[in-house]
């Protein structure tokens, strides 16, 4: 059974940081994609980052790129989002997500994943 466990959500100021952690477990994800995706209230669900668990190019969303970065740790079978510089609307539940393909995972429109944590809260305060 696919589990994938964020941690790392919370409270901060506008300019601080974050950093959010997705424990993956329950197969092999070798060939696979790992990405955060983000929901704020009234509004559609959006692709935030991605990265192949071998390596290889990432992908940024417009509004984090520069801002946000996407790691892992294959020992720890861990993937992160290190988030700085955050803004009033990056305020959303992040999801850990992972699906074996990137373009399904980071297309524009309804970006989806085959395997879903069950999401953390971030707040952006003033």
């Known amino acids: 059974q696919v589990q994938l466990v964020e941690s790392g959500g919370g409270l901060v100021q506008a300019g601080g940081s974050l950093r959010l952690s997705c424990v993956a477990s329950g197969r092999t994800f070798s060939g696979y994609v790992m990405g955060w995706f983000r929901q704020a209230p009234g509004k559609e669900r959006e692709s935030v980052a991605a990265l192949h668990w071998s390596g290889g190019n990432t992908f940024y969303a417009d509004s984090v790129r520069g801002r946000f970065t996407i790691s892992r740790d294959n020992a720890k079978n861990t993937v992160y989002l290190q988030m700085n510089s955050l803004k009033l609307e990056d305020t959303a539940v992040y999801y850990c997500?992972?699906?074996?393909?990137?373009?399904?995972?980071?297309?524009?429109?309804?970006?989806?994943?085959?395997?879903w944590g069950q999401g953390t809260q971030v707040t952006v305060s003033l």
């Open positions: 997500a992972a699906d074996i393909s990137i373009a399904r995972m980071t297309r524009a429109f309804r970006a989806n994943a085959d395997y």
